[in-house]
């Protein structure tokens, strides 16, 4: 595999909200409980995301493509520490770039970059995604609670 860069977004232009969508809604495979409720909704989410936190949104680039992204959030309130945590909002490789390490480097990305700004980080995983909740404990995150089919998995980082 070629070398593989992690950048932060610098546009959320037409192209690449589609190109990020068709990842997004490849990642939910087989997970469509945890994916919302298809192309539109990916559409909406991935805007927010953008308008939330632009700042700390990654992608993963293979030679010019898009491998996967990481959205990261620096100022999130979490009702559940009762004030300001780093938060990943949303984390998806492309199904057929899975099992190169681009999801580590993702990962340490983003947690260089909410570590500059927060002590504690948050993120909600699918009940049933055992294989993403194994990935979170590697890097240090525990289950901090449940509401629904959602799992909140938390780290501290200082």
Not at 99 to 127: A, P, Q, T
Request: net charge positive; glycine share 14%; aromatic share 14%.
């Amino acid at each position: 595999m070629e070398d593989v860069k992690i950048e932060r977004l610098k546009k959320l232009d037409r192209e690449t909200l589609e190109l990020l969508v068709g990842i997004y809604m490849r990642g939910y495979e087989g997970m469509r409980q945890y994916g919302g409720e298809g192309e539109d909704y990916a559409r909406r989410y991935l805007r927010w995301c953008w308008g939330k936190a632009k700042d700390g949104f990654f992608v993963a680039k293979v030679g010019d493509r898009i491998a996967g992204f990481i959205v990261c959030d620096a100022d999130w309130y979490s009702k559940y520490e009762k004030g300001t945590v780093g938060a990943i909002h949303e984390f998806v490789v492309d199904s057929g770039f899975q099992g190169h390490g681009i999801g580590r480097k993702l990962m340490e990305k983003c947690m260089e970059y909410l570590g500059k700004h927060n002590d504690r980080v948050e993120l909600w995983v699918g009940e049933k995604n055992r294989k993403a909740m194994e990935f979170y404990r590697e890097y240090g995150f525990r289950r901090g609670g449940q509401s629904g089919i959602w799992v909140r998995m938390v780290k501290d980082l200082k």
